[in-house]
């Protein structure tokens, strides 16, 4: 439930500043701008173990049972679900073009492509250009802010942790009461995971063989990813890490 997920994100917040007092005088995480660097790294090595056992397999799983083309189907309406939160933030960052792509997506993939089950706009040159608030407040000015790594929500630097409570407050499920409602949520949050560690399989597994420092790689792509979208760059690096 989406109240709940508020919720965990305040406490998660009340937890990240009671580690004030748990900062690292280490020159390389302050050179990283990454003062709680012991903490993200017992939080990121717990996230890793979890992700092993639980929901790699599933994943995997998912993936070995699922034909492709509806796994494309699940992927295509969970974007199109969320296309109400890249308007909003399209809006606020000013981006009149962005808005009407948005807003075209919405349209022909609710209708032509069965509920946003085909990705029709993608195919006819309308791509999805997810946006966030956390890439709105970046283009607004504000700074990041210490990195933090926090159990299941994954990188939540202040600037994106803050963010991500005000894409929530942007979603229309939020608001919107029918039949089934609690239901769908819950089965659109999972397949939302499932979906997203799923699309990251090979990708996760390559960075993990070749990375000499995994918490460090993560790290690093995260920031790349992000600057990318606040700055309208391309990333020189994959950086498809989802949030466990």
Do not use: W
């Not at 990041?144 to 963010?163: N, S, V």
Request: proline share 8%; aromatic share 8%.
């Amino acid at each position: 439930m989406r109240m709940n997920r508020i919720a965990s994100t305040f406490a998660l917040f009340a937890l990240a500043a009671g580690l004030a007092g748990c900062t690292t005088r280490d020159p390389g995480a302050l050179a990283e701008h990454d003062p709680f660097e012991p903490f993200n790294r017992s939080v990121f090595n717990f996230t890793q173990k979890a992700d092993k056992y639980v929901l790699k397999p599933v994943a995997k799983g998912y993936v070995a049972v699922v034909p492709e083309p509806a796994r494309d189907g699940i992927h295509n309406a969970l974007t199109n679900l969320n296309e109400p939160v890249t308007l909003g933030n399209d809006i606020l960052q000013g981006n009149v073009t962005g808005a009407g792509k948005t807003v075209a997506r919405v349209v022909i993939n609710s209708t032509v492509g069965v509920g946003g089950l085909i990705d029709v706009a993608g195919k006819i040159g309308i791509p999805d250009e997810t946006q966030d608030l956390g890439v709105t407040l970046g283009k607004y000015g504000l700074p990041e802010g210490p990195y933090l790594f926090l159990p299941f929500l994954g990188p939540a630097p202040p600037r994106d942790a803050i963010g991500d409570v005000g894409d929530i407050f942007m979603d229309p499920f939020l608001y919107v009461r029918f039949p089934g409602r609690h239901t769908l949520i819950y089965v659109r949050q999972g397949a939302g995971i499932i979906d997203m560690r799923a699309q990251a399989l090979d990708q996760l597994d390559q960075i993990e063989r070749t990375s000499v420092d995994f918490y460090a790689t993560t790290r690093s792509l995260y920031r790349q990813s992000r600057n990318a979208k606040i700055n309208g760059s391309t990333p020189q690096s994959p950086q498809n890490l989802p949030s466990f």
